[in-house]
């Protein structure tokens, strides 16, 4: 079965980082864009950050630009998100997700345009 593992989440102060990692299974990653979102309490889930199969295209939230670094390894089945200068307001659980390669940002940046999704992982940053 398709599994994406999130690691790497935790307790920071703000300005601090984080790297942040998912492992997919079952899956043939290398044809799958990956992605990253987030959810806060009470809140919808976060476009965050996106990736394409062999890392062409990046895309990003503007408010994390600068900040926070998307990047895939194929070989290791793994998606990394680097986030530096945390602040409070980027405290939710962060959650990694699959979607098949399509053409277009569009694909990349919806949630409901993903086919799997990890479980999450908490990254809380304290003021």
């Known amino acids: 079965q398709v599994q994406l593992a999130e690691s790497g989440g935790g307790s920071v102060q703000a300005g601090g980082s984080l790297r942040l990692s998912c492992r997919a299974s079952?899956?043939?990653?290398?044809?799958?864009?990956m992605g990253w979102f987030r959810q806060a309490p009470g809140k919808g889930r976060e476009f965050v950050a996106a990736?394409?199969?062999?890392?062409?295209?990046?895309y990003y939230a503007d408010a994390k630009k600068g900040r926070f670094t998307i990047s895939r390894d194929n070989a290791k089945n793994t998606v990394y998100l680097q986030m530096n200068s945390l602040k409070p307001e980027d405290t939710a659980v962060y959650y990694c997700?699959?979607?098949?390669?399509?053409?277009?940002?569009?694909?990349?940046?919806?949630?409901?345009?993903?086919?799997?999704w990890g479980q999450g992982t908490q990254v809380t940053v304290s003021s």
């Open positions: 997700a699959a979607v098949k390669t399509r053409s277009g940002s569009y694909y990349y940046t919806r949630v409901e345009m993903y086919d799997y």
């Open positions: 079952g899956l043939p990653f290398s044809t799958y864009g």
């Open positions: 990736i394409t199969w062999n890392s062409g295209n990046t």
